[in-house]
T-cell receptor
Framework: DAKTTQPNSMESNEEEPVHLPCNHS???????IHWYRQLPSQGPEYVIH???SNVNNRMASLAIAEDRKSSTLILHRATLRDAAVYYC???????????FGTGTRLKVLA | GAGVSQTPSNKVTEKGKYVELRCDPI?????LYWYRQSLGQGPEFLIY????????DSGLPNDRFFAVRPEGSVSTLKIQRTERGDSAVYLC????????????FGPGTRLTVL
């Protein structure tokens, strides 16, 4: 299974954009990039996913490097409720299980 | 609509006892997954069901762990002869297995083995 590397922790000020990086240098052509976040005492929550093109939804944007060896989750305006552990996960097409790393703990400062 | 639910939310048991953890997936979701999460770690895959059958149980740590999904909906994770090392949060997820195959997680069951 392809691995992902994320910083252990990051801080952001409230109402400022946040860029959460993820390296996945061993990604294969059929691996989807998924992002989940986990708030305290809750199960992981889907944020966004993509394959090759940048993606936008109501929660965030996903910027995927041209060589697909890295990606960045962008929260456009961080709020206190965005404080969570963010996981970048690769899932091969046709497979089903997620391989989670330890994620990035995002702290949002008021 | 209703999300994935798990019961109980907390379970405390003694070493050596048997426990059952229940998962109610989102209605209509054919795929169901169990994960285990230890403190400070990301979730770890245990088993995956497609319908009633376990399509992949490669993540189950040993034969004390077993899971069933007899009618293709509710699933039960069973742990025999519990050990202190089994203490963790057990997470269940379901998906429709179409399109993006996004998995939707429940809140988890926190198991504590004394």
């Amino acid at each position: 299974d392809a691995k992902t590397t994320q910083p252990n922790s990051m801080e952001s000020n409230e109402e400022e954009p946040v860029h959460l990086p993820c390296n996945h240098s061993t990604i294969s052509g059929t691996d989807y990039i998924h992002w989940y976040r986990q708030l305290p005492s809750q199960g992981p929550e889907y944020v966004i996913h993509g394959l090759t093109s940048n993606v936008n939804n109501r929660m965030a944007s996903l910027a995927i490097a041209e060589d697909r060896k890295s990606s960045t989750l962008i929260l456009h305006r961080a709020t206190l409720r965005d404080a969570a552990v963010y996981y970048c996960i690769l899932r091969a097409s046709g497979t089903y299980k997620y391989i989670f790393g330890t994620g990035t703990r995002l702290k949002v400062l008021a | 609509g209703a999300g994935v639910s798990q019961t109980p939310s907390n379970k405390v048991t003694e070493k050596g006892k048997y426990v059952e953890l229940r998962c109610d997936p989102i209605s209509g979701h054919t795929a169901l997954y169990w994960y285990r999460q230890s403190l400070g770690q990301g979730p770890e895959f245990l088993i995956y069901f497609q319908g009633t059958g376990a399509a992949d149980d490669s993540g189950l740590p040993n034969d004390r762990f077993f899971a069933v999904r007899p009618e293709g909906s509710v699933s039960t994770l069973k742990i025999q002869r519990t050990e202190r090392g089994d203490s963790a949060v057990y997470l269940c997820a379901s998906s429709s297995r179409t399109g993006s195959d996004t998995q939707y997680f429940g809140p988890g069951t926190r198991l504590t083995v004394l």
